[in-house]
C-alpha cells in the first residue's frame, strides 16, 4: 500500500504565462497539505505544451515527483493517464490556468474521512474572473453591467433542493475535484468527442458517476478561483 496520501495532479497545455500563477497557487495547496501531516505527491500532465508553458513549467519542475509529456490532444485522457501514474490514496484534479485556496486539499481529505470513498468533493465557492474588469469597476453594491465576473455557489447532489434535471442544461461542478483514487480509475473521464457536440468532459462525467451511486459533495469555506477566458 502506497505511503502517499494525497496525489495532486496538475494538467498543462498551453497555458503559458498564465500557469505561472497557477502552478504556484497549486504548490502552496501542497505545501499546505504537506504542513498537516499528509504525504503529497506532485504530479505534471504536460499535453503538446507549446515552448512557453514548458519554459514556465520547467521554473518549478524540481518540486514534481511525476512529470509526463504526452501527445494526447485530449484533457480527459491527459487526466485518465495522470491517475494511472499516481501512487496516492486520493488524488485531486488541478487545472493549469486556475487559482485555490491553499486549505483546498487539506479542508477535503477531512470530509473524505468523515463521508467516505464514494463520494466526489468539490470546492464551496467557485469565483470566475476576468482579467479586464478593473476598468468596469463600481463604486457601489450595484455591479458594473458590463463585468463579466461572477460567483458559482456548488450545491451537492445528495441536497434536498438538487435536481438532476439540472445537468441536462447546465455543468453545475467545475473539474477541480478530490476523491479517491480509485475511484478515479474505476471512472475514468470520457474522451473528447467534439464532432457528437460533446465539449466539457466533465460534464458526462459527473453525471455518469451520479448514476453509478456516488454522490457529489462540498468541502465548506474553499474557494476555486477561475478565469474567464476571453474566447472559447
Known amino acids: 500500500m502506497s505511503d502517499v496520501d494525497i496525489s495532486a495532479v496538475i494538467t498543462?497545455?498551453?497555458?503559458?504565462?498564465?500557469?505561472?500563477?497557477?502552478?504556484?497557487s497549486y504548490l502552496q495547496c501542497c505545501a499546505h497539505a504537506r504542513e498537516n501531516g499528509h504525504a503529497t505527491e506532485?504530479?505534471?500532465?504536460?499535453?503538446r505544451p507549446d515552448e512557453a508553458t514548458l519554459r514556465c513549467f520547467n521554473i518549478f519542475a524540481d518540486q514534481f515527483h511525476v512529470i509526463k509529456q504526452g501527445d494526447w490532444g485530449d484533457l480527459a485522457k491527459s487526466r485518465n493517464t495522470g491517475a494511472q501514474l499516481a501512487s496516492g490514496h486520493y488524488l485531486c484534479y488541478f487545472d493549469g490556468d486556475d487559482l485555490w485556496g491553499d486549505p483546498w486539499m487539506t479542508r477535503a481529505l477531512k470530509a473524505a474521512s468523515i463521508y467516505g470513498p464514494k463520494c466526489i468533493f468539490h470546492p464551496d465557492v467557485v469565483y470566475f474572473f476576468a482579467k479586464d474588469d478593473f476598468r468596469v469597476?463600481?463604486?457601489?453594491a450595484v455591479p458594473n453591467p458590463l463585468a463579466r465576473s461572477f460567483f458559482l455557489i456548488h450545491e451537492e447532489s445528495c441536497g434536498d433542493t438538487f435536481d438532476m434535471n439540472c445537468l441536462s442544461f447546465n455543468n453545475v461542478w467545475t473539474s477541480n475535484s478530490f476523491a479517491t483514487r480509485s475511484l478515479y480509475l474505476a471512472n475514468p473521464f470520457p474522451a473528447f468527442r467534439r464532432d457528437q457536440g460533446f465539449g466539457i468532459e466533465d460534464w458526462s462525467w459527473n453525471y455518469r458517476v451520479i448514476k453509478a451511486g456516488i454522490v457529489h459533495r462540498i468541502v465548506p469555506d474553499t474557494v476555486h478561483i477561475v478565469r474567464v477566458k476571453d474566447s472559447g
Open 137 to 140: 469597476n463600481s463604486q457601489d
Open 42 to 47: 506532485c504530479v505534471a500532465m504536460l499535453d
Open 12 to 24: 498543462l497545455h498551453r497555458e503559458g504565462l498564465v500557469c505561472i500563477p497557477a502552478l504556484r
